[in-house]
T-cell receptor
Framework: SQQGEEDPQALSIQEGENATMNCSYKTSINNLQWYRQNSGRGLVHLILIRSNEREKHSGRLRVTLDTSKKSSSLLITASRAADTASYFCAGGGSTLGRLYFGRGTQLTVWP | GAVVSQHPSWVICKSGTSVKIECRSLDFQATTMFWYRQFPKQSLMLMATSNEGSKATYEQGVEKDKFLINHASLTLSTLTVTSAHPEDSSFYIC???????????FGQGTRLTVV
């Protein structure tokens, strides 16, 4: 990918469990964003963490950023079947809106 | 909320023909829009930055004569795939940022199939 790798590439869990997805990136970033994509659809922004932040929460989402390791993680707690989707991290640089995406994790949550 | 609309949602065209995809910001003005390409089960690859009133900026390896971008107004960018071939079949998606918001808003995407 243009920006980096994500792992796992696929994750299958039961409802109620937590899902953790990791992302590594290659270049320097101003921020790192996570997006969700339902099959064959557009992307929806989930959460953004700036390069000077280490952790951020939003509802059931928790994202961490380690700039020294150039990595980020997204935790979804108490997962639901409706969370089934592909999740992508994207690095944002100095040009607003210009994003470089990781490979993505396909999350399947079984009821 | 900010809405970005893409049209068409899907298109099938014959090899050798050209296809135009529209990306509109419905409730905000966008001097810059972005075009991405996504192959099945893969990530989004940034193709180009569309600049209102000036030439688009293409990412390395993207053929500008193949993928023509026009950003003629503050709410509309178009991507034309010229002389399309089966290998151009893909999911094309655009995005824009309202104001100075860092998060991007994406269109619904256009699935292009070249036969």
């Amino acid at each position: 990918s243009q920006q980096g790798e994500e792992d796992p590439q696929a994750l299958s869990i039961q409802e109620g469990e937590n899902a953790t997805m990791n992302c590594s990136y290659k270049t320097s970033i101003n921020n790192l964003q996570w997006y969700r994509q339902n099959s064959g659809r557009g992307l929806v922004h989930l959460i953004l963490i700036r390069s000077n932040e280490r952790e951020k929460h939003s509802g059931r989402l928790r994202v961490t950023l380690d700039t020294s390791k150039k990595s980020s993680s997204l935790l979804i707690t108490a997962s639901r079947a409706a969370d089934t989707a592909s999740y992508f991290c994207a690095g944002g640089g100095s040009t607003l809106g210009r994003l470089y995406f990781g490979r993505g994790t396909q999350l399947t949550v079984w009821p | 909320g900010a809405v970005v609309s893409q049209h068409p949602s899907w298109v099938i065209c014959k090899s050798g023909t050209s296809v135009k995809i529209e990306c509109r910001s419905l409730d905000f003005q966008a001097t810059t829009m972005f075009w991405y390409r996504q192959f099945p089960k893969q990530s989004l690859m940034l193709m180009a930055t569309s600049n209102e009133g000036s030439k688009a900026t293409y990412e390395q390896g993207v053929e500008k004569d193949k993928f023509l971008i026009n950003h003629a107004s503050l709410t509309l960018s178009t991507l034309t795939v010229t002389s399309a071939h089966p290998e151009d079949s893909s999911f094309y998606i655009c995005s824009a940022n309202p104001g100075l918001r860092t998060e991007a808003f994406f269109g619904q995407g256009t699935r292009l199939t070249v036969v």
